[in-house]
């Protein structure tokens, strides 16, 4: 059974980066039928695409946010991670880390999620 | 930011059919499929219907999805109190180059 667990700082300062590692177990990270995402939710609110990665390193991310996120992806740990630098207080959020299949639009599989506040 | 508007609750009666609406636009629901996700407090979202109209292994035949245009809908038969959560429509949107999730609706059994 596919587990996606997402680890990293609940607390991050405003201005700094923050970031997250989701790591896959019970399959491959390194397959070509799966792209692997993040998402996020702030308190209360709905969800928001931040962005995807295929396990050759190719990306894609929300423009709202591409100015402050990198996704990468580290095959030999089966670990894919976010960054997203210059945070505000808008940024507080639970992140979930998600498996799409190629082809697909559909997250099929999620991470339980992670709440990072930002806040001094 | 959400591209996708739902209703922002519905409920009904146990037994009850609920439907849920989801409009977009010709660069996400108009020309991409739209996907559902129900998510209970404190949990992560749970595919509930994919591609339109398809239920992943294990969601009972009570859920059901259908699409129209730049509009879809939800629809919950035989309503039961654990069905009582937030929903979610979803799609690729040609525009923006990425998913774009709808504003959600809070469904209550009464």
């Known amino acids: 059974q596919l587990q996606l667990q997402e680890s990293g700082p609940g607390l991050v300062k405003p201005s700094e980066t923050l970031s997250l590692t989701c790591t896959v177990s019970?399959?491959?990270?390194?397959?070509?039928?799966?792209?692997w995402g993040w998402i996020r939710q702030p308190p209360g609110k709905g969800l928001e695409w931040i962005g995807s990665?295929?396990?050759?390193?190719?990306?894609y991310y929300n423009p709202s946010l591409k100015s402050r996120v990198t996704i990468s992806v580290d095959t030999s740990k089966n670990q894919f991670s976010l960054k997203l630098n210059s945070v505000t207080a808008a940024d507080t959020a639970v992140y979930f880390c998600?498996?799409?299949?190629?082809?697909?639009?559909?997250?099929?599989?999620w991470g339980q999620g992670t709440l990072v506040t930002v806040s001094s | 930011q959400s591209v996708l508007t739902q209703t922002p609750s519905a409920s009904g009666t146990p037994g009850q059919r609920v439907t849920i609406s989801c409009s977009g636009s010709?660069?996400?629901?108009?020309?991409?499929?739209v996907n559902w996700y129900h998510q209970l407090p404190g949990t992560a979202p749970k595919l509930l219907i994919y591609?339109?109209?398809q239920r992943p292994s294990g969601v009972p035949d009570r859920f059901s999805g259908s699409k129209s245009g730049t509009s879809a809908s939800l629809a919950i038969s035989g309503l039961q109190s654990d069905d009582e959560a937030d929903y979610y429509c979803?799609?690729?949107?040609?525009?923006?180059?990425?998913?774009?999730f709808g504003t959600g609706t809070k469904v209550t059994v009464l």
């Open positions: 998600a498996r799409r299949a190629s082809g697909t639009s559909h997250f099929d599989y």
């Open positions: 019970g399959g491959s990270i390194s397959s070509s039928s799966y792209y």
């Open positions: 990665i295929y396990y050759s390193g190719s990306t």
């Open positions: 010709s660069s996400n629901i108009g020309s991409n499929s």
């Open positions: 591609s339109n109209n």
């Open positions: 979803a799609a690729w949107d040609d525009s923006l180059n990425g998913q774009v």
